[in-house]
Each structure stands twice: as C-alpha cells, then as structure tokens.
C-alpha cells in the first residue's frame, strides 16, 4: 500500500508543480528517497542513493526535505532555496511551501526539544515563514509572508505577523475556493 501511495504522491506531486521542473526534480528524487529509506531490501541495495539525495538535493539545491518527512501528496514547492522542514514534521496534502521557510522543533528552557509541526491539507505557507515548536496547523489555512507562527491555527483562517495572528477566518473550501 505504501508502495501505491507513493506512486500517486509523485503524479500529484508533479501535477502541483507543473511548470517547475526544479521542484518535479527535487520532490520525484524525494519520494524515492523516502521509499528506499522505508524499506529494508531497498535500504541494502540502494543505500548509495540516500547518500546521492543527500549531497544533491540538501547541500546543491539547498532544500532540506529529510527523507523521514511524512508529507501528503500533492506537495508544491515554489523557489525551493532554504527551504528547511525537520523531519519530524508532518505535512497533509496539498501543502504550498515558498523560499526561505523553516518547519520544525523548538529549543525549550529545559534544553530539550519540542516535537514538531503538525501541517493539515490545503495550507498554504507563504515566503520566509518560520513555523516551530509542538503545534497544528488545521486545513485550509493561509500563512502570509514573514510569519511566525508558534501557536496552533485553527482551520480556516488565515494568519500573518510575527507572532502570527488570525486575521480572517474563512468559510471557503480547499485552496481558496468559495464555496
């Protein structure tokens, strides 16, 4: 079954970047990486090719997508540079990441680590977003750009600042559509 979900992840991977051939490349190299990591044959006859992801899509393209991720298909990438998403975090479907956008844990005042970002379907994050720490994001949201969330956000909204803030909440559906 993870086998099949995969496959649909990367068709609908490469219908949401259409037209972007960088992010078709990175997010097909992406999913294969996350195949071969999740299985053990793979991960002893292709192991190489972790290491080939790695170089290529992390330290060339400058786009930290960890093959540990857990994102939904449909993932869309615009100006993958210093783009940074801690494997720990999860990514629903549909999910729109720009440039320069960090997703990931926080450091707490005991030293320890929160755990990380729980992104729902259909958000859409904009430029230099900084989303940390233990917290959800509901579907359906808009995060503008520069934000800084640091909060859970409830469906439907859409948010900006730093410290982000709703500033609408929305009775659309998905992607922005009325209805």
């Known amino acids: 079954m993870e086998d099949t979900a995969t496959h649909q992840g990367i068709f609908q991977d490469f219908r949401a970047n259409r037209g972007n051939v960088k992010a078709q490349l990175v997010l097909m190299l992406f999913r294969a990486a996350t195949l071969v990591r999740r299985n053990r044959v793979l991960l002893i006859f292709f192991f190489w090719y972790l290491i080939i992801y790695r170089v ?30 801690n494997g720990e975090s999860r990514l629903g479907r549909n999910v729109h990441v720009r440039h320069s956008t960090t997703i990931g844990n926080k450091k707490l005042a005991d030293g320890t680590y929160s755990a990380c970002p729980r992104i729902g379907n259909n958000v859409d994050i904009g430029a230099q977003v900084c989303i940390i720490g233990d917290i959800e994001i509901g579907d ?27 500033i609408k909440q929305n009775t659309f559906g998905p992607a922005g559509t009325n209805g």
Do not use: F, M, T, Y
Not at 57 to 62: D, I, K, S, Y
Not at 77 to 85: E, F, K, M, N, P
């Open 140 to 166: 359906n949201v808009v995060i503008g750009v520069g934000s800084i969330v640091v909060k859970s956000i409830a469906p439907n909204c859409v948010v900006v600042g730093n410290p982000a803030r709703v």
């Open 56 to 85: 290529l899509v992390e330290w060339l393209l400058g786009i930290e997508l960890p093959w540990s991720l857990r994102a939904g298909s449909g993932l869309r990438l615009d100006h993958g540079q210093a783009l940074v998403i």
